[in-house]
């Protein structure tokens, strides 16, 4: 039951034409990042006006601490490398990082690990599912170059326990055929009884997000 109104005029404000406020989310933008060690001067944030915050930041690390990475390229390391580094958040607010073998499944956009039933992990991660995901490739030089160029792929996301058997068994014999050199050292491990103590944990991912660095 709104009342019908007849407006006579409309004033619309823009940032800027009442009060230009742009000279002070210069100064704080400086404040805040030349302490943290970005080169930059005042007048180079003029030329993010109209951005978001999460946007000039984003631009900023990119910049000054290496080159962002499409997703596909994100996706790539994710299937070709073997080894990451797993992150989960214990009982006392530490974060506890192992280091993990892993399958990324593209199909499902889903990341695969094992481990035994029981252990530390396991314990965090029946309290909270919240974990972070991080892979590197090898990396490369350019010709004359010394330093090392490698690009690092970091996903958030949430962790489950693979309760289904049928579900386990494909994936766990999709991880073994990254590594095993032969399907029958493969098929040898799935029926050994070490393969029925197997915990298979599925990492779910929110955001996730790569960089190509150079370690000058």
Request: charged share 35%.
């Amino acid at each position: 039951n709104v009342p019908c109104i007849t407006p006579k005029a409309a004033l619309i404000d823009m940032d800027g034409v009442l009060y230009d406020s742009m000279k002070n989310h210069v100064e704080a933008w400086y404040r805040t990042l030349t302490p943290m060690g970005f080169k930059c001067s005042k007048e180079e944030f003029y030329l993010y006006e109209g951005r978001t915050g999460a946007s000039t930041i984003k631009y900023l690390f990119d910049k000054h601490f290496g080159k962002q990475v499409s997703d596909d390229e994100c996706k790539k390391v994710l299937k070709d490398e073997k080894r990451a580094a797993f992150s989960v958040i214990d009982e006392n607010g530490y974060p506890y990082t192992v280091p993990v073998n892993f399958f990324y499944d593209e199909e499902e956009n889903k990341i695969y690990i094992h481990c035994a039933k029981e252990g530390h992990k396991v314990e965090i991660l029946r309290r909270c599912d919240k974990v972070c995901f991080t892979v590197w490739n090898q990396g490369f030089k350019k010709e004359g170059h010394w330093e090392w160029n490698a690009t690092s792929v970091v996903v958030f996301g949430k962790a489950e326990f693979v309760e289904d058997k049928d579900l386990l068994e494909k994936q766990l014999r999709k991880l073994a055929a990254k590594y095993y050199p032969t399907k029958d050292e493969i098929e040898k491990e799935m029926s050994s009884p070490s393969a029925k103590r197997v915990e298979m944990i599925c990492i779910k991912p929110e955001h996730m997000t790569g960089k190509l660095v150079n370690e000058k």
